[in-house]
Each structure stands twice: as structure tokens, then as C-alpha cells.
């Protein structure tokens, strides 16, 4: 069946620094692929997405490509904030018409002042 | 439009219990979606909806029911509640592949 695995957690930077989070996927055909991030107490919030191959997706400074031919979405941002301080979820949308969701385990990141 | 909305936000169960989360959302969404988030896990679809009565099992259906009467409501009966439904509960709706989620509820069962 389809998959999703992320890098591991947690990821502790300094503000400022670049963030990379590795997401790869095993699918059948070519699903939408999607970035979810869940700060303490919420719910998860939408914050990128790609519906095809060398989409790139992008909101808040980060940014996701969706590549085909390596199966992976790796979200990046150049500077990050403290406020960025999440768990970030990788996801992808099942070609099957009912748009369920294959998640991975998620990635804590924690930036320090 | 207040989106996804769940209730209640945190509950503690005792074993054999039964209790109902609910949930509404206000976007006139065909597609609706019950999961659990286990510490250091992802997400897991319990069950979902693809409109007003109609709904299929998920992953881990085991031990909810649900159902789908309406398009806004998507309630998640627990009929026993067992120590390893400890979990925090996300309900999510959406028209196309983008889902939107709720606050969340979690439950404590001891």
C-alpha cells in the first residue's frame, strides 16, 4: 500500500538557519502530496501542496518539490523563525477518489533564540 | 464561518465507558474524516465519509462506530472504552484533496 516516511525528529536550529525536512513516498500512480503543520494545542493547518510532478509548492517562506523520479517532497526554508517551532506533518492524498490522506510520523522542529 | 469544530476538547473516560465526539463543519463538504494521533505517531483514519449516508472504514476502525446523517455532522461513537483509545481525536472535512482540519479532542480513558 501507499507510504509516507519523514526524517526523524526532533530538529533543534538557531534562528536563522536553513531548515530541510526529508519526506518520501511509495505510491500507486501520482498522488497530490501536501505539508500539514500543528503548533502546541492545535489542529493541523494546511501549509503547502503540490498536485504534480515539478510542482513546487511554497507559502511562509518554505518551500516543497514534488519529484517524481527520487519520490520526494523535502520541505525547506532559508531562515527559519522561533515561531516556526511545530511539528511538521508530510501527507500524501490516495488515488482513489476519496481523497484519504497517508501521513508520516511527523518532525518536531525547535528553533532557539 | 467558523470551519471544523469539535467537542469536547478533553474528556476522561473509565474503562467500559461509552462517550460520542463530536464534530461540524460549516463548508458544506461531501468528504468528511475521523483520526488518532498517538504520541510519536502520525495521523490514523478510524473512518471517513464521502456524504450524507455514506461511510467506510479506515485504518483502525476497531472499537468506534460512526455516523453520517446530515453533510455538516460526523460524530465518532467509542461503544467500550478501552485504555489504548487514550489518543487525541481529529476530525477533518474537505470538498476536494484538501483537508481541513478540527481543534481536536482529547480523551484519557483510565
Known amino acids: 500500500g501507499d507510504s509516507v516516511t519523514q526524517m526523524e525528529g526532533p530538529v533543534t536550529l538557531s534562528e536563522e538557519a536553513f531548515l530541510t525536512i526529508n519526506c518520501t513516498y511509495t505510491a500507486t500512480g501520482y498522488p497530490s502530496l501536501f505539508w500539514y503543520v500543528q503548533y502546541p494545542g492545535e489542529g493541523l493547518q494546511l501549509l503547502l501542496k503540490?498536485?504534480?510532478?515539478?510542482d513546487k509548492g511554497s507559502n511562509k517562506g518554505f518551500e516543497a518539490t514534488y519529484r517524481k523520479e527520487t519520490t520526494s517532497f523535502h520541505l525547506e526554508k532559508g531562515s527559519v523563525q522561533v515561531s516556526d517551532s511545530a511539528v511538521y506533518f508530510c501527507?500524501?492524498?490516495?488515488?482513489?477518489?476519496?481523497?484519504?490522506?497517508?501521513f508520516g510520523t511527523g518532525t518536531r522542529l525547535k528553533v532557539l533564540a | 464561518n467558523a470551519g471544523v469544530t469539535q467537542t469536547p476538547k478533553f474528556r476522561i473516560l473509565k474503562i467500559g465507558q461509552s462517550m460520542t465526539l463530536q464534530c461540524t463543519q460549516d463548508m458544506n463538504h461531501n468528504y468528511m474524516y475521523w483520526y488518532r494521533q498517538d504520541p510519536g505517531m502520525g495521523l490514523k483514519l478510524i473512518y471517513y465519509s464521502v456524504g450524507a449516508g455514506i461511510t467506510d472504514k479506515g485504518e483502525v476502525p476497531n472499537g468506534y462506530n460512526v455516523s453520517r446523517s446530515t453533510t455538516e455532522d460526523f460524530p465518532l461513537r467509542l461503544e467500550l472504552a478501552a485504555p489504548s483509545q487514550t489518543s487525541v481525536y481529529f476530525c477533518?472535512?474537505?470538498?476536494?484533496?484538501?483537508?481541513?482540519f478540527g481543534p481536536g479532542t482529547r480523551l484519557l480513558v483510565l
Open positions: 477533518a472535512s474537505s470538498y476536494d484533496e484538501t483537508q481541513y
Open positions: 503540490a498536485t504534480k510532478a515539478d
Open positions: 501527507a500524501l492524498s490516495e488515488v482513489s477518489g476519496t481523497y484519504k490522506y497517508i
